[in-house]
């Protein structure tokens, strides 16, 4: 919701339990929050009002049946998954999704894979749209050469070489 442009795009961000650490960070960059509590009364009327709904969950197998009854009573225009995890499990709901989105061509690749032996394999759906990253603000999180050197020595590895990985900087 970040990049979209707000002058062609109105984008609500909807947490169906509770709100999180990131409720502040996206309501500064002047994106509605609206939190459920897991009222999911609420939805038809925010629902009515959606062109596109844009779910992000593990894959199928977590297509929640209270929520996709309410989506399937009020399907708005578009229904995209975002499917961080490539998990599938055959649910009549699935049919509901537009697009299935995969962040990596290696977890789409695995899905397709997993998948061959099934009728409908639903590659005309299947899509790879890789979570962005902002290098710049991971890379604020560095450490400077006065810290690592102080940890390096607090741990007793001042003589060894660290390398590290980050799969989501949060």
């Given at each position: 919701?970040?990049y ?20 502040r960070?996206?309501?500064?960059q ?29 894959g ?9 009854s ?7 225009k578009l ?13 009549p709901f ?20 997993q998948?061959?032996k ?8 299947r899509?790879?749209?890789?979570y ?18 102080k ?5 007793k590895?001042?003589q ?8 989501r900087?949060?």
């Amino acid at each position: 919701s970040k990049y979209l442009n707000k002058d062609i795009f109105h984008v609500t961000v909807v947490s169906l339990l509770k709100g999180g650490e990131r409720v502040r960070l996206i309501e500064e960059q002047g994106t509605e929050v609206i939190i459920l509590n897991g009222d999911f009364t609420k939805l038809p009327i925010l629902l009515k009002k959606t062109d596109v709904f844009h779910w992000h969950g593990s894959g199928a197998c977590s297509l929640d049946i209270e929520l996709f009854s309410v989506i399937k009573a009020n399907k708005p225009k578009l229904v995209i998954q975002t499917n961080v995890f490539g998990a599938f499990a055959n649910s009549p709901f699935y049919n509901l999704i537009d697009y299935d989105l995969y962040i990596s061509k290696m977890i789409l690749i695995r899905r397709m894979e997993q998948d061959r032996k099934l009728k409908d394999n639903f590659g005309y759906k299947r899509k790879v749209l890789p979570y962005p990253v902002e290098t710049d603000h991971i890379n604020s999180f560095l450490p400077t050469d006065q810290q690592l050197a102080k940890f390096k020595e607090e741990n007793k590895l001042r003589q060894y070489f660290i390398a590290g990985r980050i799969g989501r900087a949060d």
